[in-house]
């Protein structure tokens, strides 16, 4: 199975700040890699697709960025609306694995 | 707009099995551009892939759950199921349908997306 690991599992902070999380694979996945976001109670939400591509209705303070084995994603200005745990996925091979996620608290 | 609305108990009891289906509304299960997914999160934990299906019957899974998983799609009610067998205390979680996309990036693709999912349903093991 493909390993992801997410760094770092845990960061706070403030509104207005630019936050990157990684992901890190086992082995290569070219550019099949998604990003989700989950608040408590809810099911996640797609955000990036093919490690780059913005779903549709997505703020565009939400980025993409990566290939193989290593890749981030980056919220610009973080919004109070923001605030939730992250996840990475990879559809390279199966079976489909997730990264552990990162929450992003209030600082 | 596609909507996914998972059903099914919310307790079983240790070796028995779960049984779940997912209804999709506002679209078809039998479309080519999509396919169907289950993953499941334990209380507090991560995410976990179980498996998937294509609406002419090919399924994969997790090797994890010990080919306790079995995936059906039922096109004349237009859903998608999953069974877990002997499920035990680990297995309590809760339990999330979502369609895949096979999204295509210029000429390039298609990269697979859980792009809509369920809102979840609760299932926890015990006697």
């Known amino acids: 199975d493909i390993q992801l690991t997410q760094s770092p599992s845990f960061l706070s902070a403030s509104v207005g700040d630019r936050v990157t999380i990684t992901c890190r694979a086992s082995?290569?996945?070219?550019?099949?890699l998604a990003w989700y976001q989950q608040k408590p109670g809810k099911a996640p939400k797609l955000l990036i697709y093919?490690?780059?591509t913005l779903q549709s209705g997505v703020p565009s303070r939400f980025g993409g960025s990566g290939s193989g084995t290593e890749f981030t994603l980056t919220v610009s200005s973080l919004q109070p609306e923001d605030f939730a745990t992250y996840y990475c996925?990879?559809?390279?091979?199966?079976?489909?694995?997730f990264g552990q996620g990162t929450k992003v608290e209030i600082k | 707009q596609v909507q996914l609305q998972e059903s099914g108990p919310g307790l079983v009891k240790p070796s028995e099995t779960l049984s779940l289906t997912c209804t999709v509304a506002?679209?078809?299960?039998?479309?080519?551009?999509?396919?169907w997914t289950w993953i499941r999160q334990p209380p507090g934990k991560g995410l976990e892939w179980i498996g998937d299906?294509?609406?002419?019957?090919?399924?994969n899974y997790n090797p994890s759950l010990q080919s306790r998983a079995t995936i059906s799609v039922d096109t004349s009610k237009n859903q998608f199921s999953l069974k877990l067998s002997s499920v035990t205390a680990a297995d309590t979680a809760m339990y999330y349908c979502?369609?895949?996309?096979?999204?295509?990036?210029?000429?390039?693709?298609?990269?697979?997306?859980?792009?809509?999912w369920g809102q979840g349903t609760m299932v926890t093991v015990s006697s």
């Open positions: 979502a369609r895949v996309h096979d999204f295509w990036s210029g000429y390039y693709g298609p990269f697979d997306a859980f792009d809509v």
């Open positions: 506002g679209g078809s299960v039998s479309s080519g551009s999509y396919h």
């Open positions: 299906i294509y609406y002419s019957g090919n399924t």
């Open positions: 082995q290569g996945i070219s550019s099949y």
């Open positions: 093919a490690a780059s």
């Open positions: 996925q990879q559809l390279n091979s199966y079976p489909w694995t």
